[in-house]
């Protein structure tokens, strides 16, 4: 007998959360971590949810059993028990997901889509209150993206005319013409170890939640999820290198303590991806810099211990750094710092 697939939304409700009955993917905050910008994401069409901050995930059973305590297996007899929450699954193969383009590839579009965009003055001024030099502003080519479709749509054509856009997240194929499907704020570019552009991200202006997203096609005709790809900044000739979550974060704390080499994971509990940056840098001793709320949040100790594990499997020595807590990020507390 098969096993049955119970629907993500209705059993979210029927574990204690507040969720509308829209058919559409659900953004609700996180009930694990207590995360209060509502990054806990319910996926109606594969019947999964994940948190983009601390990275739970799961299905539907394994979200009830969470939420009620029960086993894995004691959730899903009592999820069966309840006939409410049965109905067919559509039997429609779903398309495999589109693997991005090659390193050099989304390193050429995306350096030649900074082009086409300015920097606003806000934003400058951002980046300067922030602690970064002029120099690093051009270096780390942070760009503005402004509303509009028109804008989209002209980078875009612009784009395709001279790149082939297949497997770059952020650009989707519809009515016979590329399109860029992107919000608007800051872009910081995401690089690798030797430089190049793997990704972008996006730091929304003014928003309540969500405030740093990936540029990405996920979920569009022909376009392609980013990746949780790693951000490497400062010295990459160094030996030691210390982690934090966050590339904007890291470029601000790299620059203001004198270019040290910085690894920047999307979030703390997102480092898929760490050990493949690790093995392209000469390091012998890695410091873990995280938020400190790492101290209170269980979530986030818990994602120490992971990184930790993961560290020490690539042969390296992993230390914690701790500062005062009146200033939560290692970037405000440099920047304090400087002022004092």
Wanted: aromatic share 8%.
């Amino acid at each position: 007998m098969s096993l049955i697939t119970f629907p993500i939304l209705q059993t979210a409700r029927k574990s204690g959360l507040s969720v509308g009955n829209t058919g559409k993917t659900m953004h609700i905050n996180c009930p694990f971590c207590g995360e209060g910008k509502r990054r806990l994401y319910l996926y109606p069409d594969t019947e999964q949810y994940h948190c983009f901050h601390c990275g739970a995930h799961g299905n539907a059973v394994s979200l009830y059993a969470r939420r009620t305590g029960l086993s894995y297996a004691n959730a899903y007899h009592e999820l069966e028990a309840d006939r409410m929450l049965h109905f067919p699954l559509p039997n429609v193969p779903k398309a495999p997901e589109r693997e991005p383009a090659s390193i050099e590839k989304r390193d050429a579009v995306y350096r030649a889509m900074l082009q086409l965009l300015p920097l606003s003055a806000e934003h400058h001024q951002n980046l300067l209150h922030r602690g970064l030099s002029e120099q690093k502003i051009r270096g780390n080519s942070y760009r503005t993206l402004a509303d509009g479709k028109e804008l989209r749509d002209s980078i875009a054509a612009q784009l395709s005319a001279r790149f082939d856009l297949n497997g770059i997240p952020g650009f989707y194929f519809r009515d016979g013409s590329w399109r860029l499907c992107a919000y608007s704020g800051l872009l910081i570019p995401v690089r690798d170890a030797d430089g190049r552009m793997q990704g972008i991200q996006i730091r929304r202006d003014s928003a309540e939640r969500m405030k740093y997203v990936w540029l990405s096609g996920a979920g569009r005709p022909c376009g392609t999820p980013a990746r949780s790809w790693v951000h490497v900044t400062g010295n990459r000739a160094k030996a030691t290198a210390v982690i934090t979550e966050g590339p904007l974060k890291g470029d601000a704390a790299s620059a203001l303590s004198g270019d040290t080499l910085f690894l920047c994971v999307p979030g703390v509990s997102t480092i898929k991806y760490l050990p493949e940056t690790l093995k392209n840098l000469h390091l012998t001793v890695v410091y873990e810099a995280f938020d400190m709320d790492k101290l209170r949040n269980p979530q986030v100790i818990a994602a120490r211990k992971r990184l930790r594990q993961m560290i020490a499997d690539c042969g390296l020595p992993c230390r914690t750094l701790l500062w005062n807590e009146t200033c939560n990020g290692i970037d405000h507390y440099l920047a304090a710092q400087k002022i004092c």
